[in-house]
């Protein structure tokens, strides 16, 4: 076995995910359920992200559709700019950028504050406490993010329609129904929902990722900014790997 | 404890937000699909569909009604679509209204079209048979553009004979050596023949285009969404059909005196060996030959006219500049 | 091992006493990194016994072991009769409530006010009766160390001292019968330091609990050490009381008494 070094750290944090993961679906189910805990985390992650979410995506909308208009002009194909701007955001940009944002938000969060419980021994303190801190803090979280994440992905493709609304509107007028039929009748189920539950996904990867990260800090407090570092870092790339299967799934499916 | 409660209720209303949603993202997609509004069938049988699908629209003199929701053989000539159609619309649509298979924009879906019968027929109910009427505008576009490029290969392949007549037409060979016809002559009958090769790879690049448009696949297919490409498609079958008829004549004229030049010869009478004179008679031959080179010419630059046409707008803006440019460099 | 100093295996006072942990054969490593190597402790009722050791020689990993965060590698921890190398979940928090443990580096939860820190182990371990009178024993063990005016703060408003005291509470509010101390006065101010001693006096006194105490403070050990016990090189080196051991002409332990 002659394995360089960055290949086999790579394979061991792989193999560290798996396992992590295989241990959250061993516990998600079992009680004791901690169900306070999941609905603060779900407030703390999930509303609490929704003003970032909300700006970032009312501008992509607004940029998008500025972007995109200089071309469809010239195309002569400018009615068709909310059908196009609805496929992109619903299938593809609403999900990938709204999970990253995300990623940035709430994986280096997560990471920190677990990291931060781990070397100050808070984890070790909940687990004398009579608490599972596996189930307490990685099983409430990651269900948090997994769960959250959809939300606000559906409120942010809304914003981000919106935002295209808004930019159509800067050159023509076009009212708001039109604007929404225009842009919805060029959907469809099959483009979606895989593109809503690919986000289940992506929520579940910033979750695990950054609660492994938490979980795995080395001692000493410069551990803690590592481990939020590449918890955003390692999310990000999985969000894209995630994509990157999920087109090919869909397409074999055969509903692309 | 307060604040708690109070972030639990402010995440119901996130999370409620989501759901309201997703039930309207579901809604609005979904709406075209009926999966929401109360609804009736009607019926509808044609022979042929032209590629009709379950989930097509059905749209009431252009304004969505409903969607398709069986398409089955009744026999091998009778297909019967059955189709979801809005309940509002049970008082509007009445047994004597007409059903076509359309297409929606040139390339788009198909959709079935019902078109008012102004009869005065009672209103249709639930399973009522609509009358039909098969075809429409577009279609018969493309079914024509497909029998323009069956007709473009009959006239090729007759042009060919018709050059392989002359080719293998030792008669006329001698006729011509003999009475020294000019060089040009030569040259038009190479022309001929380059021509018609030309003619037959241009065809067949016509029929996968026409194929692909067809089923509104490719860039072409995408392209043809668009109503300009529409205006220019039509323009170009036009242009087609003048040419055909054109190279038709020729191509009949042109056979027919090479079989009687030949049969004369051969006999040895007629009016042929006179005529062979006549300058009269060489000089038609002449000017029949120089009429099928023109023609050759514009024959290819309209079907070269034609794949640009598809492919790329600016082909007769270029075309433009470079008559222009031809019309500057004399006076140079 | 014929160098090791007098040992007195039960303490002098109060028998006959019963054991209430008692550690044998204690093997723990790091990969190459032999921290604890047949290390033997008893702890009896009521008793205060002080684990000295050099930084670094694995104290800590012992009392980690002692209550389950830790699995030793070989030999066996009984406490309150019960092996704890053996229990699992349910069992394990339930013995785990009557052992109290401050850590080290106080382990207070950051993202909760002082009241929470002090409710949570109290929620969590499912203690009948615990529950209804959370409210006033939080704040009585909060008047205990003197801190009652810091309920609603958060530990991040809180010094050192203050931090280290709140652990305390937290450690107190179940009444366990054992508590492990991971150096309780380090980093305090002498006045406090015998604070906190005197506190963990009076609680020793006040419910009878017997206290594995780590600690480098030798005015704290003077005050509340029955014994001393001294961690060298993976084994217990010394025991007996600090009068015994800072008479002891042995040259290791003369090093800590100097
Ligand atoms: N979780 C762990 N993983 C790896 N090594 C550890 C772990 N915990 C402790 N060690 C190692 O065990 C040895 C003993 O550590 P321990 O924390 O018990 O020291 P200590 O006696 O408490 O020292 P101090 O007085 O400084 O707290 C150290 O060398 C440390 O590196
Ligand atoms: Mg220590």
Redesign the pocket.
């Given at each position: 076995m002659t394995l360089n070094k960055p290949w086999a750290d790579f394979l061991d944090e792989l193999g560290g995910i798996a396992r992590f993961a295989t241990r959250f679906f061993a516990q998600v189910f079992r009680p004791r359920y901690e169900g306070a805990e999941l609905l603060r985390q779900c407030f703390l992650i999930g509303n609490l992200s929704l003003p970032l979410v909300g700006l970032t995506s009312f501008i992509m909308g607004l940029v998008l559709t500025m972007q995109l208009r200089p071309s469809m002009v010239e195309y002569g194909v400018e009615s068709q700019i909310p059908a196009m701007v609805a496929i992109a955001v619903v299938r593809e940009i609403g999900p990938v950028i709204i999970a990253l944002i995300f990623a940035g938000k709430i994986g280096s969060s997560i990471g920190a504050e677990l990291g931060s419980m781990k070397v100050t021994e808070q984890i070790d303190a909940m687990e004398v406490s009579g608490t599972n801190p596996f189930k307490y803090l990685v099983v409430t979280r990651v269900l948090a993010t997994t769960l959250m994440l959809p939300v606000l992905v559906l409120i942010g493709d809304s914003i981000m329609l919106f935002g295209s609304f808004i930019g159509v509107n800067i050159y023509t007028v076009t009212s708001f129904p039109l604007y929404i039929s225009q842009a919805m009748d060029s959907l469809t189920f099959q483009e979606f929902l895989p593109a809503i539950l690919k986000t289940f996904f992506f929520g579940f990867a910033v979750g695990i990722i950054g609660c492994y990260k938490g979980f795995h800090t080395s001692r000493g407090t410069e551990g803690v900014g590592r481990a939020a570092n590449s918890a955003v870092v390692v999310s990000s790339v999985w969000i894209f790997i995630l994509d990157l299967l999920a087109v090919q799934i869909t397409d074999l499916l055969g509903y692309n | 404890m307060k604040q708690k409660a109070w972030n639990n209720i402010k995440l119901g209303v996130f999370v409620l937000a989501g759901l309201l949603l997703l039930i309207a993202g579901l809604y609005l997609i979904g709406k075209d699909t009926n999966l929401f509004s109360r609804n009736y069938i009607l019926r509808a049988q044609f022979s042929n569909v032209e590629g009709l699908v379950v989930g097509n629209n059905v749209r009431y003199s252009g304004i969505q009604v409903g969607t398709v929701k069986e398409v089955k053989f009744l026999s091998d000539t009778l297909i019967e679509v059955r189709m979801v159609v809005e309940e509002d619309m049970q008082s509007i649509i009445r047994k004597d209204d007409i059903a076509s298979v359309g297409t929606d924009g040139l390339m788009g879906n198909k959709i079935i079209n019902i078109a008012p019968g102004r009869t005065g027929a009672p209103l249709a109910v639930e399973n009522d048979l609509l009358r039909t009427e098969e075809g429409n505008s577009t279609e018969a576009m493309l079914a024509k553009l497909a029998l323009t490029n069956n007709n473009l290969l009959e006239i090729s392949n007759e042009l060919k004979k018709t050059v392989q007549n002359i080719n293998t037409s030792r008669n006329l060979w001698r006729l011509l050596n003999d009475e020294s016809l000019p060089a040009s002559v030569l040259e038009s009958l190479a022309n001929i023949r380059r021509a018609t090769e030309k003619a037959q790879a241009t065809v067949a690049d016509l029929q996968t285009i026409v194929a692909d448009v067809k089923a509104g696949k490719g860039t072409v297919g995408q392209l043809l969404r668009d109503t300009a490409m529409a205006v220019s498609l039509a323009d170009a079958v036009k242009g087609i059909r003048q040419l055909e008829n054109r190279a038709d004549t020729l191509a009949t004229q042109l056979s027919e005196l090479v079989t009687t030049l030949d049969n004369d010869l051969a006999t040895g009478k007629g009016p042929v060996p006179a005529a062979l004179h006549d300058s009269l008679m060489v000089q038609k031959v002449h000017s029949i030959l120089s009429r099928v080179d023109t023609s050759a010419a514009r024959f290819n630059e309209n079907m070269e006219a034609m794949k640009h046409n598809f492919l790329f707008r600016g082909y007769f803006k270029k075309q433009e500049k470079e008559k222009q440019k031809q019309a500057q460099a004399p006076q140079q | 091992m014929d160098t090791l100093p007098a040992i007195t295996p039960a303490p002098a006072a109060n028998s006959p006493q019963s054991l209430v942990l008692e550690a044998s054969h204690v093997y723990k490593s790091?990969?190459s990194?032999h921290?604890l190597m047949d290390f033997n402790f008893q702890l009896y009722k009521g008793e205060n016994v002080v684990i000295l050791?050099?930084?670094?020689?694995?104290?800590?990993?012992?009392i980690k072991c002692v209550i389950g965060l830790?699995q030793p590698d070989k030999g066996s921890i009984v406490v309150l009769e019960q092996d704890i190398t053996s229990l699992r979940n349910e069992a394990l928090d339930h013995l785990r409530a009557k052992v109290g443990f401050l850590f080290?580096s106080n382990a207070l939860y950051d993202s909760m006010t002082v009241r929470e820190n002090l409710e949570f182990p109290m929620r969590r371990h499912w203690l009948a009766g615990q529950q209804r009178n959370s409210e006033s024993l939080v704040q009585e063990v909060l008047e205990n160390v003197g801190l009652a005016h810091t309920i609603n703060m958060m530990p991040a408003e809180l010094s050192g001292g203050m931090r280290k005291r709140i652990a305390l509470a937290r450690t107190l509010i179940l009444n366990p019968e054992i508590i492990l101390y991971?150096?309780p006065t380090t980093g305090l101010d002498p006045i406090t330091a015998r604070e906190i001693g005197n506190l963990m006096l009076e609680m020793g006194r006040k419910y009878n609990t017997s206290a594995v105490i780590?600690s480098?403070d030798m005015n704290c050990i003077k005050l509340v050490a029955d014994r001393i016990v001294l961690?060298y090189d993976g084994k217990a080196y010394a025991n007996g009381t600090y009068e015994e051991l800072r008479r002891s002409q042995d040259n290791i332990v003369k090093q800590f008494f100097e």
């Open positions: - | - | 790091f990969g990194n921290v050791g050099k930084s670094g020689s694995g104290k800590s990993v012992f830790l080290q991971d150096e780590i480098h961690l």
